[in-house]
Structure formats: structure tokens, C-alpha cells
């Protein structure tokens, strides 16, 4: 059994706990069909993710986290105590004037907002044809 199925496995069976139901296999496959809109999955299947023998896949385990009220991430790959974040240099060095333009934007309807994109854009390509 390898460690990240393990680990998936025991985080299921904890979301299960937490959500008040007893983790075994054939709460799970009652519980995961009576939501699941797709092809029901086997008694087998369910018993693999509790017994770290197997993941379900993406559609699967979102139902799964929204049965026992997780996230499907953390269902998946454990809660992380480190986050992935944009470099934030640039919107540091933006003066006022700036900061000022793209908060006026954000205000702007969605449909304006989608027409000074499209603006942007084909001034961002006449500028690139002009410096070749």
C-alpha cells in the first residue's frame, strides 16, 4: 500500500468520523451512492478507499467531500500549513495613480470590465507590432 493512498484512507475515515458516521465500508457505499449522480460504484470500490488501496477519482471524491463536509483538497492531500501565493513585487512598486485605475476598473460592471480587457489586449499587440 503506498503511503499517499494510505494517507488519503485515513483522512476519509477521519472526515467520516467527524461527520458522525462509523467508517466502514458499506456505510460508505450507501452513503457515496445516494449522492453520487453518476454510475454507482461498488461495495469493492468503496472499500479500496477506505482500505488504502486506491483514490477515486476528481468527480468522486468531490462528492465525497461534500458528503462529509471537507474540502476535496484536504480530503485529497491533507490540510497544508503552507499556501501558494502570487509574487506580489509589482503591485508594490504601483503608485497611487495606478492603484487608483484598477480600483476603478474592479467597480466597472462585468461586461465593461470584459471590453477594457479586450482594449488592453490589442493595445498590448500594437505595441509589441510596433517595436519589431
Partial sequence: MSDERFEFSRRLGQAMSAAGYEPRPAT????????????????????????????????????LAELFGVTPQALRFGESTTRVAEARAEWNRMG???????????????????????????LAQTDRKSTR
Fill in 28 to 63: 460508505l457505499f450507501r452513503l457515496f451512492n445516494a449522492r453520487y449522480t453518476g454510475r454507482s460504484v461498488s461495495f469493492q470500490s468503496a472499500s479500496r478507499w477506505l482500505g488504502g488501496r486506491s483514490i477515486p477519482e476528481q468527480d468522486k471524491l468531490q462528492v
Fill in 96 to 122: 497611487a495613480r495606478e492603484r487608483a485605475v484598477i480600483d476603478t476598473y474592479l467597480a466597472l460592471p462585468a461586461r465593461q470590465r470584459e471590453l477594457v480587457g479586450e482594449l488592453v489586449k490589442a
